[in-house]
């Protein structure tokens, strides 16, 4: 079987204590733009995409952690994009195979993603667009639904897999129909206790 390689770099997530500051550098040196910011996340973008860069600001999200810590401040995780539904399941089967599985599954709205992790913990989001184009994704992350919930509600891959090969559509499960409970934040360095 041929292996599923994304087809594009789609963002990079930084984790922060400079918050404001790096959404002002990044708006400065990329002539980016805010598409959506509460005071625990933002997310903005230099071109059509609905977002290139995310930043986590960790003075609120993590208070009484270490200013400077090793894997606390600096890039959370590295996405890559899928041209299909399909090619995000079939390399989700493919890397299962190989004893490799997703620490988190997330419809965050915009995407349905799997968050995995390497030895390193390293993290990375392979991802597949929600929506059939740029403007219907940017008009749902500036949207009310997705300021109530920024990080989506999270999914069984398996039990997907199973509507998938039982005849569901792809387009039912690229649209996020539910939008409670919110995921909490998962990821490699949490799950590991660092």
């Not at 599923?4 to 984790?15: F, M, Q, S, T």
Request: proline share 6%; with cysteine; charged share 20%.
């Amino acid at each position: 079987m041929t292996r599923v390689r994304p087809g594009k770099l789609a963002h990079v997530l930084y984790r922060t204590r400079r918050f404001e500051e790096m959404l002002a550098w990044y708006r400065v040196v990329f002539d980016a733009r805010i598409q959506q910011q509460s005071p625990a996340l933002a997310f903005l973008t230099y071109d059509d995409e609905h977002h290139r860069f995310a930043f986590a600001n960790l003075a609120l999200l993590q208070p009484e952690g270490e200013t400077e810590k090793t894997g606390l401040i600096g890039i959370d995780h590295v996405a890559y994009g899928y041209a299909s539904l399909h090619d995000l399941f079939q390399n989700y089967v493919q890397l299962k195979s190989l004893g490799i599985t997703p620490y988190w599954c997330i419809h965050h709205g915009v995407t349905v993603s799997m968050y995995y992790a390497d030895p390193d913990g390293n993290q990375m989001e392979f991802q597949v667009e929600a929506f059939a184009s740029k403007e219907e994704a940017n008009a749902f992350m500036r949207g009310p639904v997705y300021a109530a919930n920024p990080l989506g509600v999270e999914f069984d891959p398996d039990d997907w897999l199973a509507r998938l090969a039982a005849g569901t559509p792809a387009s039912d499960l690229l649209v996020r129909r539910v939008h409670a409970p919110m995921s909490p934040i998962r990821g490699a360095v949490e799950r590991r206790g660092l």
